[in-house]
């Protein structure tokens, strides 16, 4: 990433861009706008903060944010975790083994095929997360009013 300089991996990159391209797909950017031009009727410029209710709820947005990426990244965790504890136990087993020589490749091809079947799960998954988020945006403001 040269604008912030720092290195991003190739996958993180094609996650970005497959983020990007379902987000314009399922037409989150007419949504985006739409709950934009809702807000300056549902939380006027100048009215009072935010209460209390909506704070919290607020913070349930956040928590249910991090639970569905987590959701999200849980198959290539898992099965990364998987891949590294059996050969932690075939290294213990078989120390003759290079562990170094046949884990790696051995790892990165299991984290391709992991990507194919997480990604043909990753739309219907993608949709159900954008129009959770989206309702709870669009009815945000006009909870506690």
Do not use: K
């Not at 989150?28 to 009215?47: C, E, K, N, V, W």
């Not at 909506?54 to 249910?64: F, L």
């Amino acid at each position: 990433d040269p604008q912030n300089g720092v290195n991003v991996p190739v996958i993180g990159q094609y996650y970005v861009v497959i983020a990007t391209l379902l987000f314009l797909a399922l037409n989150g950017h007419l949504a985006l706008i739409r709950i934009l031009a809702d807000s300056f009727q549902s939380l006027p410029i100048g009215t009072d903060s935010l209460t209390r209710e909506e704070m919290r709820g607020i913070a349930m947005w956040g928590t249910r944010m991090f639970a569905d990426a987590m959701m999200v990244a849980l198959p290539a965790v898992a099965s990364i975790l998987l891949v590294n504890l059996s050969f932690g136990v075939v290294s213990r087993s078989a120390p003759q083994l290079n562990v170094f020589g046949v884990g790696f490749p051995v790892t990165l091809t299991l984290g391709f095929v992991v990507l194919v079947f997480a990604i043909s799960n990753l739309l219907p998954q993608m949709q159900h997360l954008l129009d959770g988020a989206f309702g709870a945006a669009s009815s945000f403001g006009y909870g506690g009013r």
